[in-house]
C-alpha cells in the first residue's frame, strides 16, 4: 500500500523546496528522557519515512548544536541528513512536559519539529528549507497555537497559513 504524503510547499517555482509529511508523524508523547524521545523520533522516521530505526537512531543520539535551530518561542528545530531517503519530510513531536534535549545547552522544548533531508540534497535548497521553517516556527503565537490544535492536519494548517 502507497502512503500518502500531506505538502508544504516552501517556493512556488522550485519542487526542490517542499516537505513530504506522513498525519502519524504528528504525534504528543510523555516521554522525559531525552534518548527515548530519541527513539520514539528514530521509530516514526522507519514507520513513516523508510529511515532504518538503527541509522536514525544512531544520528540523533550524536546531535549536535549545528543539527538544531532553537526558535525564540521555545520550539526546536532538528535537521538530519539520510543516505535511503529521495524527498525532504517533517515530523513534529509535542511533549507533555519540557525536557532538555541536550542539556549542556541549557535550553528546554516541548515542542519538537525533525526535517529529514536527502544526504545529496544541495546545501543552498537545504539552507533555504532550514531558513523558511524557522521563519514559519518563529511567528508571533505559533507556540501557543501549536499547543491548542487537536489533529496533525490542524499543525500543518497553522504551518502552511500566512
Not at 44 to 67: A, M, Q
Not at 105 to 116: A, G, P, Q, R
Request: include cysteine.
Amino acid at each position: 500500500m502507497k502512503k500518502t504524503f500531506l505538502e508544504i510547499e516552501l517556493a512556488n517555482n522550485n519542487s526542490d523546496l517542499k516537505l513530504l509529511i506522513s498525519k502519524k508523524s504528528f504525534a504528543d508523547t510523555s516521554e522525559k528522557i531525552t534518548n527515548q524521545l530519541l527513539k520514539k523520533i528514530a521509530k516514526i522516521s522507519e514507520k513513516e519515512y523508510g529511515v532504518s530505526f538503527k541509522d536514525c537512531y544512531s544520528k540523533l543520539s550524536k546531535i549536535t548544536s549545528k543539527d538544531l535551530i532553537f526558535i525564540e518561542n521555545g520550539i526546536v528545530l532538528i535537521n538530519q541528513t539520510f543516505e535511503k531517503i529521495t524527498n525532504n519530510f517533517l515530523m513534529f513531536l509535542r511533549l507533555n512536559k519540557p525536557i532538555y534535549l541536550k542539556k549542556e545547552l541549557k535550553i528546554k522544548t516541548d515542542v519538537i519539529f525533525t526535517i529529514l533531508t536527502p544526504k545529496n540534497i544541495n546545501t543552498s535548497v537545504k539552507l533555504q528549507i532550514l531558513s523558511k521553517i524557522s521563519r514559519i516556527l518563529n511567528r508571533n503565537n505559533i507556540k501557543k497555537k501549536i499547543a491548542g490544535v487537536k489533529k496533525a492536519e490542524d499543525v500543518l494548517a497553522l504551518l502552511i497559513s500566512v
